[in-house]
């Protein structure tokens, strides 16, 4: 180097330390892919949990609804009972779901019509209540289905 030239770089992003701005921009583009990073990995632990959940539920639904009979002395009705019983909560859980998504759709396209008259607003309080009424409509569709 020559004397009395001397230029100083920044550590992390090799800027000039005159150039602060830039300096800052990189630097703060390098937390936020570090922040965007992290919920990526972390929204794939969360789906892999959730895969692995699923796929030991439906290992123990398949080891209860294919158990062997003849070894235990139990019935189908035996067996079967606790799972028709799981099924009659879901579908009751669904049904609830759907009324409050449909209560809900009804009240924000409501408060839209009547203050803004903002046409996302009622659009996605249309889609509610149609997420609303599908829900509901579900479990009788899959019984008329199953029958």
Do not use: Y
Not at 21 to 48: F, G, W
């Amino acid at each position: 180097m020559l004397k009395g030239h001397s230029i100083s770089l920044c550590l992390r992003c090799n800027h000039k330390l005159d150039d602060v701005k830039a300096c800052l921009t990189s630097i703060d583009k390098q937390r936020r892919n570090e922040e965007n990073m992290n919920k990526l990995n972390n929204l794939k632990l969360k789906v892999e949990m959730f895969i692995t959940f699923f796929i030991l539920c439906m290992t123990k639904m398949e080891m209860i609804v294919f158990a062997d009979t003849k070894a235990t002395g139990a019935t189908t009705e035996d067996i079967l009972g606790p799972v028709n019983n799981l099924n009659s909560l879901l579908t009751a859980l669904v049904v609830a779901i759907g009324t409050i998504v449909l209560i809900w759709g009804v009240v924000s396209v409501a408060g839209a019509l009547m203050n803004s008259h903002d046409g996302t607003q009622i659009l996605n309080g249309v889609f509610k209540i149609a997420a609303g009424v599908l829900m509901i409509a579900i479990p009788l569709v899959i019984s008329f289905l199953q029958s």
